[in-house]
């Protein structure tokens, strides 16, 4: 059981290096190589996956916005949108909307 512990402890203490360096990549001002970003996004899901039931998850996501929206895309077939506020799902969602009514308009003003 302990080699088990340490095992979880190794891999939440890794997502959140992982976490920190895909919100660096996310926020970064200077361009990023997509290898270097597909390779901190592998590495970081594979922690995921060790990490599904650990009580410092939730905690680890709350902190990275980046890594919680990774989380949620892998899990999305699952569990939808589970860690993005209802508000702000609904939100996109009617704006996204409005953004298809308007282009339809503009197809038939075309067309007309």
Known sequence: ??????????????????????ERLDRSSVPVGAEQY????RHLSEEFVNLQSHDGLSALLDAYPAA??????????HAGLCRSPLELSLDAELQARKVIEQARQARRSDAA
Do not use: P
Request: aromatic fraction near 6%; hydrophobic fraction near 45%.
């Open 38 to 41: 597909r390779s901190v996004v």
């Open 68 to 77: 919680a929206q990774l989380y949620e895309n892998l899990n999305y077939q």
């Open 1 to 22: 059981m302990s080699a088990i512990h340490t095992s979880t402890g190794a891999s939440l203490a890794l997502a959140h290096l992982l976490s920190q360096l895909l």
